[in-house]
């Protein structure tokens, strides 16, 4: 059940007539989520249902353990039990068929000659994200930094919830748990600024994200050799702001459809492009996942109170790399990063040693810094996008020395590309004053512009292309 899917939108109206049909009557309310959650996914893969539950019942129970024992061995063994069914249940779904790849390449390279086959297993969609937001309660609770969950049903909810169960954002237990306890009515404000986020996710996924990755980024990474390096150049800037866009409208719509319901999240992006450095942009994309590394990764691995905070930071961002896919791509994309924010923590504290200013403290500084770290985001990105090393290899090769000279440019790629560009750097507040204007308007005024911006995205719309996180 795609979010940009009649289906969906068919699904959203029955939760939330429902849901305010049964008003402040929270355990009927709860139920209905649940079951209509589980439905939510199961429209995916019915067969992957039971894997939410195990993982709810595994980490409620571990929870309950932890916080129930006062003797530290018995509050690790239930955070091991807890860690191990988790980290298990994704390394077996997400990386098993790569590691016996590589360990039949690793049996040829000693000549012996032997064909392991691969697995046939299929990747649940959204494990990576539902996993680490059911760890993160367990997490908590062992660090005492959240209370105990006493109601299962609760807890299965806060796991298997519709709008964030398959791409994020990842929400920890203290921003949703006490939601689903004192739950209150869904306001008629809550449900108008819910219809707007979605109305915006619905413009940036349709108009931004898959045009500019039907007319520019696709056709250059199909075939790299067929087109000139200005136009491979132009498509990788596109899938840049593709990916942005797509991911972003991710995140309004999850985030409209649980307002709509009567329950807020987190916001997941902060102009992102905007950072003056690699680690100011890690503070801006995807704030949950990176934020949930920071936290329990990183810190865990001692930060900079313990260890060698340049090896934390590198095996942090080689984590980061590899939970968004099995390959080596994602390794040394993870490495790139590491490298980047690595430098510039040297670079910083070298600068207080010699009682200089940050680099990023004047206006020329900020503006160079904000240049090289987007180029290096850019540049990077070229990992996530082609199929392989060797793939991402030939297409920068390609921009370098390419002798093409086929550059099919065409004027709505490109009027979407700059209008992007203009909407993330120069005109931040637009995103928030568009939501502030659709929710002041009479109630007919928002039905006739919904209905025109329908129209306009049906008109657009290049077909139900999957948001890119699905694949991660």
């Not at 860690?83 to 298990?88: D, F, N, V």
């Not at 990747?123 to 005492?144: E, H, K, M, N, W």
């Not at 909407?423 to 637009?430: E, I, N, T, V």
Request: hydrophobic share 50%; proline share 4%; aromatic share 16%.
């Amino acid at each position: 059940m795609s979010f940009q899917s009649l289906h969906f939108f068919l699904f959203l109206t029955f939760v939330v007539g429902i849901g305010c049909a049964l008003g402040e009557r929270g355990g009927w309310r709860k139920n209905f989520l649940l079951v209509a959650s589980y439905y939510f996914y199961m429209a995916w893969d019915w067969r992957f249902a039971g894997l939410l539950l195990v993982l709810a019942l595994v980490n409620f129970t571990a929870g309950r353990g932890i916080s129930r024992s006062s003797e530290e061995r018995t509050r690790r063994a239930w955070l091991a039990f807890a860690l191990g069914t988790c980290l298990g249940c994704l390394a077996f779904f997400k990386y098993a068929n790569f590691f016996v790849e590589e360990l039949q390449l690793l049996i040829e390279a000693a000549g012996w000659m032997t064909d392991l086959g691969t697995l046939r297993i299929i990747l649940p969609l959204g494990i990576s994200f539902f996993t680490f937001q059911a760890l993160s309660y367990v997490l908590d609770v062992y660090r005492r930094q959240q209370d105990e969950c006493k109601d299962l049903r609760d807890f299965a909810l806060f796991v298997a919830f519709f709008p964030t169960v398959l791409a994020g954002p990842i929400t920890r237990a203290k921003q949703l748990l006490p939601q689903f306890s004192s739950l209150e009515a869904t306001s008629v404000k809550g449900m108008e600024h819910g219809l707007a986020l979605i109305l915006r996710g619905l413009v940036k996924k349709v108009v931004f994200a898959d045009t500019l990755a039907s007319t520019l980024v696709d056709p250059a990474f199909a075939s790299p050799g067929d087109f000139a390096p200005a136009f491979l150049l132009v498509a990788l800037y596109a899938y840049s702001f593709q990916i942005y866009m797509d991911v972003s409208a991710y995140t309004d719509i999850a985030r409209g459809a649980a307002l709509m319901c009567g329950f807020k999240l987190p916001e997941n992006f902060d102009r992102p492009y905007t950072a003056p450095s690699v680690s100011n942009f890690w503070q801006r994309w995807h704030i949950s996942v990176s934020s949930f590394f920071r936290d329990y990764l990183y810190f865990g691995l001692g930060g900079s109170q313990r260890g060698n905070v340049y090896l934390n930071l590198m095996l942090t961002f080689v984590a980061i790399g590899v939970w968004h896919g099995a390959g080596w791509k994602f390794v040394v994309y993870g490495l790139i990063h590491g490298a980047a924010v690595c430098v510039e923590r040297w670079n910083r504290s070298r600068r207080a040693r010699l009682s200089l200013p940050p680099a990023t403290s004047s206006q020329v500084g900020w503006i160079v810094g904000l240049i090289l770290t987007f180029h290096i985001i850019v540049f990077s990105r070229v990992l996530f996008r082609a199929p392989d090393l060797g793939s991402a290899a030939k297409y920068m090769q390609e921009i370098f020395t390419g002798a093409s000279t086929h550059a099919p440019f065409g004027v709505m790629s490109l009027s979407i590309l700059f209008i992007a560009a203009v909407l993330h750097w120069w005109l931040p507040k637009a995103g928030k004053a568009s939501l502030t204007t659709f929710i002041r308007l009479p109630v007919l005024l928002q039905g006739l512009l919904m209905l025109t911006i329908l129209y306009g995205l049906l008109a657009l719309s290049v077909g139900t292309v999957p948001f890119v996180y699905f694949q991660f």
